[in-house]
T-cell receptor, first 114, second 109 residues
Framework: KAGVTQTPRYLIKTRGQQVTLSCSPI?????VSWYQQTPGQGLQFLFE???????NKGNFPGRFSGRQFSNSRSEMNVSTLELGDSALYLC?????????????FGSGTQLSVL | LAKTTQPISMDSYEGQEVNITCSHN???????ITWYQQFPSQGPRFIIQ???TKVTNEVASLFIPADRKSSTLSLPRVSLSDTAVYYC??????????FGRGTSLIVHP
């Protein structure tokens, strides 16, 4: 079974631009969650999607948004990029996204904002 | 919500056993304890999960005392490749896992 796939692996953008990151979960998994990881703040939860619906959302501004498609693939979008958005963005999938369920992570997208 | 506390960093040498303790005083009855490992520029990887007493797999052991207010991840005979950040998670209601800062383990030759 293929693991969680994130594309692109690296991305360089300038302030004010927008970016879209993609995540393909493990086949059969219906829950996809996104995390931002920075040296200063650690791993922070962005949002979680299940069956094309956002089920949970972390404490991030509205510039951060996402969606999930009928095949469970997910995208996240960051608009009006700021320098502080430079981070490793991680996607994780799980079967149902239920309480205590094991998460499977992708290798992430390293975003640099110049 | 159950908050976890772990040491920020630990050092060890190849071949030694490493024990990383996590405190979770407010753990709820239904919460499981899960540990993840993360290498630089990669996503975290599941290591082990338990509810009480002891759980062992091919990678690690997890010891949980009767009161479940703490847990200890035990890595037997570590090697250089075990250098990573280790996160302790306690099941969060509302399905929002909180990873915290984790424990940075450095294994020396």
């Amino acid at each position: 079974k293929a693991g969680v796939t994130q594309t692109p692996r690296y991305l360089i953008k300038t302030r004010g631009q927008q970016v879209t990151l993609s995540c393909s979960p493990i086949s059969g998994h219906r829950s996809v969650s996104w995390y931002q990881q920075t040296p200063g703040q650690g791993l922070q939860f962005l949002f979680e999607y299940f069956s094309e619906t956002q089920r949970n959302k972390g404490n991030f501004p509205g510039r951060f948004s996402g969606r999930q498609f009928s095949n469970s693939r997910s995208e996240m979008n960051v608009s009006t990029l700021e320098l502080g958005d430079s981070a490793l963005y991680l996607c994780a999938s799980s079967s149902e996204g239920t309480y205590n369920e094991k998460l499977f992570f992708g290798s992430g997208t390293q975003l640099s904002v110049l | 919500l159950a908050k976890t506390t772990q040491p920020i960093s630990m050092d060890s040498y190849e071949g030694q056993e490493v024990n990383i303790t996590c405190s979770h005083n407010n753990i709820a009855t239904n919460d499981y304890i899960t540990w993840y490992q993360q290498f630089p520029s990669q996503g975290p990887r599941f290591i082990i999960q338990g509810y009480k007493t002891k759980v062992t797999n091919e990678v690690a052991s997890l010891f949980i005392p009767a009161d479940r207010k703490s847990s200890t991840l035990s890595l037997p005979r570590v090697s250089l490749s075990d250098t990573a950040v280790y996160y302790c998670l306690v099941g969060e209601r509302g399905n929002i896992p909180t990873f915290g800062r984790g424990t940075s383990l450095i294994v020396h030759p």
